[in-house]
């Protein structure tokens, strides 16, 4: 009898750590402050990305107040990565041209990217490793104490396949994923999976998130992506990763987008 | 004497009624704006991150960008601009740096937005006074003119 009271103690303790764990879950304000004093950098989604935080800063001016949003509506992975700034092709934020003077220019903490759209990755993902490497590497050198965090390609459509005469477009997507996250744990990077979130059964990209059935996103799937940002710093809260609540040093210059 | 300070009395009222009465920019933009619903206002930070233009350099303005969930089409370049400069080198400064950022959207698009390549080309940045403006895609081709009279 005794022992049958301590083996169900021991099970019903055991059942009680996972909802102590999920009791925890951090408001979103705070899961978002994991994007302060930061940059992301995108091609055309990362446009819709803006226009959503825009949106909500016209009642809410504290929404990701901190985090520099640098879209390129063209701007290719490979590009971005070569430092490469011409008439045709560069970011443009606060007089900043390439990623890399945009996220010095700025004393970013943490560096995000969303870009791959424009190569397109899915068919060449075995040349992005190496993009992927010399962003990682490059930032280390112009902002070395920032983190640089990939947010994993978004699904397309299964008009995408039909319009880009690509019909395993989507199934390339979700292998150059795999490699992204590989060579981001490999290399001193940092992977965000979202690309799950976005996909209906049948493994595309929803139209309920889309503005034109291809590949844009629109509100409902920016909101995917917000909510993907804060499911993944609230992981890095409970893996121990992130503290919140810990007081930031004290750094000789104050970040310039920081109010 | 009292006709006098009664003369006094109403000119004030005049004038604190004509400056009550003095429309805003953003007043402005959404009385010519004929698609002013389908847009997004931009903020004094989006005007000094992607156009560089300092908060000192205006005193008042009206921006907007086109919110694609609205509309039909991704290939749009629609944006309004229409700043009130705080003087003469301010209103300079400022006509050339929307000029920059509309070659850089210009650029931007040219390989893959045609559409919204020939908005921005056929956009041209005007200028009268202190008044400064840059019109994209306007479904009323006198907007830029409206929008850059003074009351």
Redesign the interface.
């Known amino acids: 009898m005794k022992r049958f009271i301590q083996v169900t103690a021991f099970i019903l303790a055991l059942a009680f750590i996972p909802l102590a764990a999920c009791a925890d879950r951090l408001d979103d304000s705070t899961l978002l402050s994991f994007y302060a004093d930061s940059v992301i950098f995108g091609d055309s989604r990362l446009q819709a990305f803006r226009r959503y935080v825009q949106q909500m800063r016209e009642t809410d001016e504290t929404f990701l107040k901190t985090l520099a949003i640098a879209p390129a509506e063209s701007i290719s992975l490979y590009a971005a990565s070569m430092g490469i700034s011409s008439d045709d092709i560069g970011f443009n934020y606060r007089g900043g041209r390439t990623m890399y003077s945009i996220a010095e220019r700025v004393h970013a903490r943490k560096v995000f990217i969303m870009l791959g759209l424009n190569d397109p990755v899915g068919i060449k993902a075995d040349k992005a490793v190496a993009w992927i490497i010399k962003i990682i590497n490059w930032m280390g050198k112009v902002v070395p104490d920032a983190e640089v965090y990939f947010f994993s390609e978004t699904p397309v459509t299964k008009n995408y396949g039909v319009k880009k005469n690509r019909p395993n477009y989507q199934t390339q997507l979700d292998a150059y994923n795999e490699i992204l996250k590989e060579t981001c744990e490999q290399n001193g990077g940092h992977y965000i999976g979202m690309a799950e979130a976005f996909k209906g059964e049948d493994n595309y990209l929803k139209e309920e998130y889309s503005t034109d059935n291809i590949c844009h996103l629109n509100n409902d799937g920016v909101a995917v992506w917000i909510q993907c940002m804060k499911d993944y710093a609230q992981e890095q809260y409970d893996l121990g990763l992130w503290d919140p609540y810990a007081k930031e040093e004290e750094t000789a210059e104050p970040a310039d987008n920081a109010e | 004497m009292t006709k006098k300070i009664l003369i006094i009395l109403t000119a004030l009222l005049f004038a604190v009624t004509a400056a009550l009465a003095e429309e805003t920019l953003p007043e402005k933009a959404k009385r010519i704006l004929q698609d002013w619903e389908t847009l997004?206002?931009?903020?004094e930070d989006?005007l000094?991150?992607?156009i560089?233009i300092d908060r000192e350099e205006y005193t008042d303005f009206a921006c907007l960008?086109v919110?694609?969930?609205l509309i039909e089409?991704?290939d749009t370049a629609r944006e309004v601009f229409v700043l009130r400069a705080a003087d003469e080198d301010a209103a300079q400064s400022i006509a050339k740096k929307l000029e920059e950022?509309r070659?850089?959207?210009l650029?931007?698009?040219?390989?893959?937005?045609p559409e919204s390549y020939r908005q921005l080309e056929q956009a041209e940045v005007l200028r009268e006074g202190l008044m400064v403006v840059l019109s994209v895609a306007a479904p009323d081709p006198d907007e830029a003119e409206l929008l850059l009279q003074e009351e």
């Open positions: 997004i206002p931009l903020n989006d000094l991150d992607y560089n960008t919110d694609k969930d089409t991704e950022y070659q850089w959207r650029h931007a698009n040219r390989n893959y937005n």
